[in-house]
DNA sequence: TTGTAGGCGTTATCAC
DNA sequence: GTGATAACGCCTACAA
């Protein structure tokens, strides 16, 4: 249990007989090495159970690290969680390991974590935002050159590539597709604050939806939840409204976690429901949870990608990326109105 | 956009006219240094955009860098990614860094992300072993004194610390709150392979409820499945035997995923269901979803405070941490057997 | 209060 | 084919 020292290249040198340039030589397969010796270093190397160490390479050979810094609000978040596996696939394909950070949308948590990441000196950096930051603080590191990604929302106050969803699109897709079935008066339950990006594009799209079908905005239709209690709490305001709809689109999935259970508890089951982002057991429920689904998984490929990019001397302007989203019926979003 | 080099320690120290090891005591708050001195350090710090480089201070300082790494089977599973957000948590509080890197449940995967791990001379490792994998190659390491930390599944072929579910007793609690309920052939849905850890212990949970009831070990009950849909055949089947079970215990969250729609289908309410691990909108089926839930955050936690401790010196054997798991009672796992 | 020498483990350069 | 030397950026130890 004695906490010995690891060997290193010197060591392995010391006992072949040979100088630590060798050693490197025969394990990063460089210049000409006798075939004799080379038998020799490996035996060594695996007799001693030498690994070259990463740290002192990469700041030899690079000065940049062999890592790409991640930060997301919440890891336990499913829709996160599924963003960084695929963001996980593509960077160990090409070598490179993952930094990861959780910010909690806390903008100072953000920043912290962002700063430790490039005292790192990482390769590249991908960001989800945390509400309401600003992202300034990494100009400097734009102009040196890092590859800088931002995930899900765009970047405020700074030019950098970024990947979204669909959001304006595919809300305007989910409220059509309730007034297709006939509704007149549909609520919008979105996410806290209203500023936002992906609660400001949905209801962009719920707007575009509306003024498409000729129907009125009714602000009294439109609240703010943050959580599945604060949507309950607002779908049975809104239930109770002397003219109240007889449809929800829920903007994001804490929301519908919220609404599902409000509507089954008040025993509402005529009221229409759509949702933004899918959920497990969605399909389960009666009727199953008409969705515009994301797509995560693409969208952490897509920036890794574009990171990827950036590394090999992609040098275009600045773009963002759309990720498209789909609708997926499944019942709930085809309720027709009382009326109808 | 030119790439220009990063500022070091020399950089700034020229630029203010005193030497690099005066800058450093100024940003490390080392020795005593002028106010005068110190003002115009980090004014040009400020200026340049210095940052110090971690890779060449962890190398000079410890030898090990301040990361911990962290291994699962799939970040996108809701389970890890919150397991992982509990780890985090931890170990930024601590001035440490995640790397992370997922296997799906590949064993050589698995290997090379930890090698590569250890090449960067992490602190410390935190592992949910792949199915199957074998950790002897982990010896060296901790004979070495690198503390390493198994969640979820127990290391194999190595004496390591560990954090689990309760899992044994959680399923002996799921199965014998069917046995209350008057169910006496109750399936069991479990894991594949058979000898995945979780399954082989949550079996024996089952087993001993059933030993405790008085009630025979039927091996038709017991079915294997992988995923949702496997899952579903299973429970067709099972349902389709001259002597069904009244109730079945879903071993893990795919099973239930899988359970839960099939039985639906099939238009039996009257069949009773307990899975192990919650879901979101489980409380939001009809009937609610009775479930065993495990507390992976805590996991999380309880995983990288055990790390925390072994760096701080910690040197006691190796030892198993067990993580309560609750019963949640929500409908399904009330319902009478037929006969009743 | 400040500076110099040396080294962490690796690789680039240029000899032999 | 192989080796000595210097250097990456920083900090420890020891002066001045």
Redesign the interface.
């Known amino acids: 249990?004695?906490?010995?020292?690891?060997p290193t290249l010197a060591d392995v040198a010391e006992r072949v007989g040979v100088s630590a340039k060798t050693v490197s030589r025969v394990l990063n397969e460089d210049g000409p090495v006798s075939e004799a010796t080379r038998t020799k270093v490996l035996a060594v190397v695996e007799e001693l159970?030498f690994?070259?160490?990463?740290?002192?390479r990469?700041?030899r050979v690079g000065?940049r690290?062999s890592?790409i810094g991640l930060v997301v609000p919440?890891?336990?978040?499913?829709f996160?969680?599924?963003v960084?596996?695929g963001v996980?696939?593509v960077v160990?394909d090409r070598g490179l390991?993952?930094?990861?950070?959780?910010s909690g949308e806390h903008q100072p948590l953000e920043h912290s974590?962002v700063?430790?990441?490039?005292?790192?000196?990482i390769s590249g950096l991908l960001v989800v935002p945390a509400a309401g930051s600003d992202h300034r603080y990494l100009r400097?590191e734009r102009?040196?050159?890092l590859p800088v990604v931002f995930l899900d929302r765009p970047a405020t106050g700074l030019a950098a590539d970024a990947v979204v969803s669909a959001n304006e699109d595919g809300a305007r897709m989910g409220v059509a597709h309730l007034v297709a079935h006939g509704h007149r008066r549909i609520a919008f339950i979105g996410d806290r604050p209203a500023t936002l990006y992906t609660r400001k594009m949905r209801l962009r799209g719920y707007r575009a939806a509306l003024v498409e079908a000729g129907l009125p905005y009714d602000p009294s239709l439109v609240v703010a939840a943050h959580d599945p209690y604060a949507a309950g709490v607002a779908v049975r305001r809104l239930l109770a409204l002397a003219t109240p709809p007889t449809a929800v689109f829920a903007a994001n999935n804490f929301a519908s976690?919220g609404v599902?259970?409000a509507l089954?508890e008040a025993g509402r089951r005529d009221v229409a429901l759509v949702g933004f982002d899918d959920?497990?057991?969605?399909?389960?429920?009666?009727p199953g949870l008409t969705v515009v689904a994301q797509n995560?998984?693409a969208m952490g490929t897509a920036a890794a990608e574009q990171i990827l990019a950036r590394l090999s001397g992609d040098?275009s302007a600045a773009r963002t990326r759309t990720v498209p989203v789909a609708l997926v019926a499944r019942g709930s979003g085809e309720l027709p109105p009382p009326s109808a």
């Open positions: 249990m004695a906490s010995t020292r690891r159970g690994r070259p160490n990463l740290m002192a990469n700041m000065s690290d890592t919440e890891l336990g978040n499913p996160f969680g599924t960084a596996g996980e696939d160990r390991t993952l930094l990861m950070g959780s974590l700063t430790t990441f490039l005292a790192r000196r400097r102009e040196s050159g976690l599902v259970p089954a959920l497990p057991l969605a399909a389960v429920l009666e995560p998984a040098r």
